[in-house]
């Protein structure tokens, strides 16, 4: 059975908004794959489900950029005791979270006050971390090597451990053409490896895509995730769906609208979220939608791992969670005296359905596996 797809060749992806925010720059290399040898264009495979990735332009993905970032995603020299690498925290079987930890502890043992987020089908992504404070991929990967509560390094030392590496020299020419790297290569290189991270091989994909089927239960449960919660007069109570979609949107196969939303976990918000970032008392209590691809194995859940199973989750949802200013309209029923009245078989339905979210491809793919020292 294979995988029908769409290959885009990164460089033909136009009219993108990368197109449009990026400057010409007259240092930028020439194209991977252009005459006087350099690195290979590596040709993104993107599931027809899915839609064309948009690639910066000055981050063209090479077969030899993907490679390097791939070693030092797992490289725990980026580390100051050299002991955590990216993958310390973000491991392949839970859908590259950590291990099933509410909190991540760097390598100081101080653990951090957020769940480590899923790294799947980041290329679509529009902003990073749960409060966005990093609108690009590249701008993302410069962060927990020097949050002193992750990795605590500092990038020009990280850097010379593996400048010093004559195989990381051989790793970096082939990928940047350059003899010794900084931060910005390595920035790059990571970026274009967690672009590869594409997940679009669960059962869902496969039912979506006609080439296999789902179980009834589930796929009721998915018409429930797309149907609007009760909400009279227009729908009465109990007749609604779980309305998930609004804010998790299959319509693009990525399960988030890419936005950020208070969904009402709390009546205060500990965590400002969004709000810590823009100083936006509108923005209080919003965090990043996530997607809900493999949500199965990333548990626990939300941005502070409050729940540990998607039964809590769904729990949350349909008693309506906790009423603040910045509650999304879609939260309808933060009333306390009103849920969405999800039936125990729906609850059921909607699990059912979350749960052929799994792809066992992604989860065991060789590919983003710890190729070893360099
Ligand atoms: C100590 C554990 C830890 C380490 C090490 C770590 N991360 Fe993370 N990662 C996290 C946590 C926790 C978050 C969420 C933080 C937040 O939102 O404030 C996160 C968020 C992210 C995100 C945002 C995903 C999204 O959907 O917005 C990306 C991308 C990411 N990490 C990549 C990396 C890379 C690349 C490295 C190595 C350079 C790395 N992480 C190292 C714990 C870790
Ligand atoms: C109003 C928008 C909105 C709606 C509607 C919504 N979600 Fe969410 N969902 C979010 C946001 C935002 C988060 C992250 C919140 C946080 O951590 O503070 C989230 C988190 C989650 C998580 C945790 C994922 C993780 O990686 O930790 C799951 C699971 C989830 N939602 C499932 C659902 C289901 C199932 C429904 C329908 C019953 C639903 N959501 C409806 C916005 C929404």
């Given at each position: 059975?294979?995988?029908?797809?769409?290959?885009?060749?990164?460089?033909?992806?136009?009219?993108?908004?990368?197109?449009?925010?990026?400057?010409?720059n007259p240092?930028?290399?020439?194209?991977?794959?252009?005459?006087?040898g350099?690195?290979?264009?590596?040709?993104?495979?993107i599931?027809?489900?899915?839609?064309?990735?948009?690639?910066?332009?000055?981050?063209?993905?090479?077969?030899e950029?993907?490679?390097?970032?791939?070693?030092?995603?797992?490289?725990?020299?980026?580390?100051?005791?050299?002991?955590?690498?990216?993958?310390?925290?973000?491991?392949?079987?839970?859908?590259?979270?950590?291990?099933?930890?509410?909190?991540?502890?760097?390598?100081?043992?101080?653990?951090?006050?957020?769940?480590?987020?899923?790294?799947?089908?980041?290329?679509?992504?529009?902003?990073?971390?749960?409060?966005?404070?990093?609108?690009?991929?590249?701008?993302?990967i410069?962060?927990?090597?020097?949050?002193?509560i992750?990795?605590?390094?500092?990038?020009?030392?990280?850097?010379?451990?593996?400048?010093?590496?004559?195989?990381?020299?051989?790793?970096?020419?082939?990928?940047?053409?350059?003899?010794?790297?900084?931060?910005?290569?390595?920035?790059?290189?990571?970026?274009?490896?967690?672009?590869?991270?594409?997940?679009?091989?669960?059962?869902?994909?496969?039912?979506?895509?006609?080439e296999?089927?789902?179980?009834?239960?589930?796929?009721l449960?998915?018409?429930?995730?797309?149907?609007?919660?009760?909400?009279?007069?227009?729908?009465?109570?109990?007749?609604?769906?779980?309305?998930?979609f609004?804010?998790?949107?299959?319509?693009?196969?990525?399960?988030?609208?890419?936005?950020f939303?208070?969904?009402?976990?709390?009546?205060?918000?500990?965590?400002?979220?969004?709000?810590?970032?823009?100083?936006?008392?509108?923005?209080?209590?919003?965090f990043?939608?996530?997607?809900?691809?493999?949500?199965?194995?990333?548990?626990?859940?939300?941005?502070?791992?409050?729940?540990?199973?998607l039964?809590?989750?769904?729990?949350?949802y349909?008693?309506?969670?906790?009423?603040s200013?910045?509650?999304?309209g879609?939260?309808?029923?933060?009333?306390?005296?009103?849920?969405?009245?999800?039936?125990?078989q729906?609850?059921?339905?909607v699990?059912?359905?979350?749960?052929?979210l799994?792809?066992?491809?992604?989860?065991?793919?060789?590919?983003?596996?710890?190729?070893?020292?360099?």
């Amino acid at each position: 059975m294979s995988m029908k797809s769409n290959r885009f060749h990164i460089s033909l992806v136009l009219g993108s908004f990368a197109l449009l925010a990026s400057n010409c720059n007259p240092e930028e290399p020439e194209p991977p794959g252009s005459s006087g040898g350099g690195p290979t264009a590596y040709d993104l495979d993107i599931p027809s489900n899915l839609p064309p990735m948009v690639i910066p332009f000055d981050n063209p993905m090479t077969v030899e950029g993907v490679n390097l970032g791939r070693f030092l995603f797992f490289e725990e020299r980026l580390s100051d005791d050299n002991s955590l690498s990216c993958a310390g925290c973000h491991a392949q079987s839970f859908g590259f979270t950590d291990n099933g930890l509410q909190f991540s502890e760097g390598i100081n043992g101080i653990a951090g006050q957020r769940n480590a987020m899923a790294l799947i089908n980041l290329g679509w992504g529009g902003s990073f971390f749960w409060d966005g404070r990093s609108a690009t991929l590249e701008e993302q990967i410069l962060e927990p090597v020097v949050n002193p509560i992750e990795m605590h390094e500092q990038w020009p030392d990280a850097m010379s451990k593996l400048n010093a590496d004559a195989a990381y020299r051989d790793l970096f020419t082939a990928a940047f053409g350059v003899g010794s790297m900084d931060s910005v290569h390595a920035a790059k290189a990571i970026a274009q490896f967690l672009r590869t991270l594409i997940s679009a091989n669960s059962p869902y994909d496969r039912w979506k895509r006609g080439e296999g089927t789902i179980p009834l239960d589930a796929q009721l449960g998915y018409d429930l995730f797309r149907l609007e919660g009760g909400y009279p007069p227009f729908i009465p109570n109990g007749q609604g769906g779980a309305d998930c979609f609004h804010c998790h949107t299959d319509a693009a196969g990525l399960f988030t609208d890419e936005q950020f939303h208070n969904n009402a976990l709390d009546a205060v918000p500990p965590d400002p979220g969004v709000g810590g970032v823009t100083g936006d008392p509108f923005d209080i209590g919003k965090f990043k939608a996530p997607t809900l691809r493999n949500v199965a194995v990333t548990g626990p859940y939300m941005h502070d791992g409050r729940f540990n199973t998607l039964q809590e989750v769904i729990d949350h949802y349909n008693e309506g969670g906790e009423d603040s200013p910045t509650v999304d309209g879609f939260m309808k029923f933060v009333d306390p005296d009103e849920t969405m009245e999800l039936t125990p078989q729906k609850k059921a339905q909607v699990l059912a359905f979350l749960q052929q979210l799994t792809d066992t491809a992604f989860l065991t793919n060789p590919a983003f596996q710890d190729p070893g020292p360099p």
